[in-house]
């Protein structure tokens, strides 16, 4: 049985470890310090909004539908939760990707579960976004208003 | 010859019950070794040694006990033996240290000692590696002092507190142990490491040397500081009590400071 080993001292890199030739640009820095920002600015927005939501007023018991639409009837809350949902959404997609950057050993592998998350982070950034804006408590459907206790009488 | 000569004092026999006062107790420990050779098998194994060592030996006496006298097949890396060329760095009992400033005592001696070549990079035979990206890396960020002055001719004066700025960052011996015990650096061999950065960093806090952004803008890189997710694994590991991730972290606002 014979196997080939090297001359030590080869000067020879083992070609896994080589290194493609440096990526320019910033990007990294600003992902990292994003993650810092959006963190700091994360526990405000996600603190604040558990405290009004559970503890102001009659606290827990009085979510329900009519409490969300009230909120999202308030130009205020609507940009309060949008920036808690495109930070949230950026920071967790963020810090994803480097978990499948780091863990993932195959670049095919690394390059799909990456899709998966850009795809799935863009429908869930997108569909929220339209959510907040275009959210309406009392729908009109076929000319009949739909029950809801909040909702003014036709 | 004169008639007497006074016996050594080492020669003096003592009686049983006085002896023992300076005795170096001893104990029986397992050394489990993990062995590999590319000509024998693709496939490491453990193996074990049952051997009487004292008290005042480390983890380099046990296995130059194996070497010298039971399998002289057995490989590792070590010069000094002192714990300053940084070659014996070794992962025992899954922790990297140099095996030259373990202790046996200090090691949990009822249960085997494992002792395994460092994780992340090539093993070549039994405990050596092969350090050569290790040292690519290394010799990337320039690790030498650049000056675009001209050359003086004195030495390069400096004020205690210009040196104070790096002094921990001149400790580093490029034993492996920080970057062999990165998680980042296990994946994929791409991260520059920690022993890289830690060199980076003595030069770039270094008030006579100019090319400080050249080494901020190469660990710029993607796989440079960015890659650091502060386990703390290298300070944890370091044997000389380098504060690894702490000189990453200045690194990383030093490029910020320079960037924005």
């Given at each position: 049985m014979?196997?080939?080993?090297?001359n030590?001292?080869?000067?020879?890199?083992a070609?896994?470890?080589?290194?493609?030739?440096?990526?320019?640009?910033?990007?990294?820095?600003?992902?990292?310090?994003?993650?810092?920002?959006?963190?700091?600015?994360?526990?405000?927005?996600?603190?604040?909004?558990?405290?009004?939501?559970?503890?102001?007023?009659?606290?827990?018991?009085?979510?329900?539908?009519?409490?969300?639409?009230?909120?999202?009837?308030?130009?205020?809350?609507?940009?309060?939760?949008l920036?808690?949902?495109?930070?949230?959404?950026?920071?967790?997609?963020n810090?994803?990707r480097t978990?499948?950057?780091?863990?993932?050993?195959?670049?095919a592998?690394?390059?799909?579960?990456?899709?998966?998350?850009?795809?799935a982070?863009?429908?869930?950034?997108?569909?929220?976004?339209?959510?907040?804006?275009?959210?309406?408590?009392?729908?009109?459907v076929?000319?009949?208003?739909?029950?809801?206790?909040?909702?003014?009488a036709? | 010859?004169?008639?007497?000569?006074?016996?050594?004092?080492?020669?003096?026999?003592?009686?049983?019950?006085?002896?023992?006062?300076g005795?170096?107790?001893?104990f029986?420990?397992?050394?489990?070794v993990?062995r590999?050779?590319?000509?024998v098998?693709?496939?490491?194994?453990?193996?074990?040694?049952?051997?009487?060592?004292?008290g005042?030996?480390?983890?380099?006496?046990?296995?130059?006990?194996?070497?010298?006298?039971?399998?002289?097949?057995?490989?590792?890396?070590?010069?000094?033996?002192?714990?300053?060329?940084?070659s014996d760095?070794?992962?025992?009992?899954?922790?990297?240290?140099?095996?030259?400033?373990?202790?046996?005592?200090?090691?949990?001696?009822?249960?085997?000692?494992?002792?395994?070549?460092?994780k992340?990079?090539?093993?070549?035979?039994?405990?050596?590696?092969?350090?050569?990206?290790?040292?690519?890396?290394?010799?990337?960020v320039?690790?030498?002092?650049?000056?675009?002055?001209?050359?003086?001719?004195?030495?390069?004066?400096?004020?205690?507190?210009?040196?104070?700025?790096?002094?921990d960052?001149?400790?580093?011996?490029?034993?492996?142990?920080?970057?062999?015990?990165?998680?980042?650096?296990?994946?994929?061999?791409?991260?520059?490491?920690?022993a890289?950065i830690?060199?980076?960093?003595?030069?770039?806090?270094?008030?006579?040397?100019?090319?400080?952004?050249?080494?901020?803008?190469?660990?710029?890189?993607?796989?440079?500081?960015?890659?650091?997710?502060?386990?703390?694994?290298?300070?944890?590991?370091?044997?000389r009590?380098?504060?690894?991730?702490?000189?990453?972290?200045?690194?990383?606002?030093?490029?910020?400071?320079?960037?924005?």
């Amino acid at each position: 049985m014979s196997t080939d080993i090297q001359n030590p001292r080869s000067g020879k890199i083992a070609p896994q470890y080589r290194r493609g030739t440096g990526s320019k640009g910033n990007f990294e820095m600003f992902a990292w310090l994003f993650m810092r920002l959006s963190g700091v600015v994360l526990v405000v927005l996600i603190f604040g909004h558990l405290f009004v939501n559970l503890l102001v007023g009659e606290g827990i018991h009085a979510i329900d539908f009519g409490f969300v639409a009230g909120k999202w009837a308030d130009p205020f809350w609507q940009f309060w939760d949008l920036a808690m949902l495109w930070l949230a959404m950026l920071h967790g997609t963020n810090g994803v990707r480097t978990i499948i950057n780091d863990y993932a050993e195959k670049d095919a592998t690394r390059f799909w579960l990456k899709v998966v998350l850009y795809a799935a982070s863009f429908v869930i950034i997108v569909l929220g976004t339209l959510v907040i804006f275009t959210f309406n408590p009392c729908p009109v459907v076929n000319g009949v208003q739909l029950p809801g206790g909040f909702c003014p009488a036709p | 010859m004169s008639a007497e000569l006074a016996e050594p004092a080492s020669k003096i026999e003592l009686p049983a019950h006085i002896g023992g006062g300076g005795e170096i107790p001893t104990f029986n420990i397992t050394l489990r070794v993990r062995r590999y050779n590319p000509e024998v098998s693709e496939e490491p194994v453990w193996e074990d040694h049952q051997l009487t060592m004292y008290g005042t030996d480390r983890v380099l006496d046990a296995l130059h006990k194996i070497k010298w006298e039971i399998d002289g097949s057995l490989s590792f890396r070590r010069s000094c033996a002192h714990g300053v060329c940084g070659s014996d760095a070794m992962r025992i009992n899954g922790r990297n240290r140099l095996a030259c400033k373990t202790l046996l005592k200090d090691l949990d001696t009822s249960k085997p000692i494992t002792v395994e070549p460092i994780k992340g990079l090539p093993v070549e035979k039994d405990l050596i590696v092969d350090m050569e990206p290790f040292f690519q890396s290394f010799r990337e960020v320039m690790p030498f002092l650049i000056n675009k002055g001209h050359e003086p001719t004195k030495e390069r004066l400096q004020s205690v507190e210009d040196r104070e700025r790096f002094d921990d960052t001149t400790k580093c011996i490029l034993c492996a142990a920080c970057t062999s015990s990165c998680p980042v650096f296990w994946t994929d061999g791409q991260y520059f490491g920690p022993a890289a950065i830690v060199n980076a960093h003595r030069f770039i806090f270094d008030s006579r040397d100019d090319a400080g952004d050249m080494r901020l803008e190469i660990l710029n890189d993607k796989e440079g500081v960015w890659r650091c997710r502060t386990t703390f694994n290298c300070s944890e590991a370091c044997p000389r009590g380098i504060q690894v991730t702490q000189a990453i972290a200045e690194v990383k606002q030093a490029i910020l400071a320079r960037k924005i």
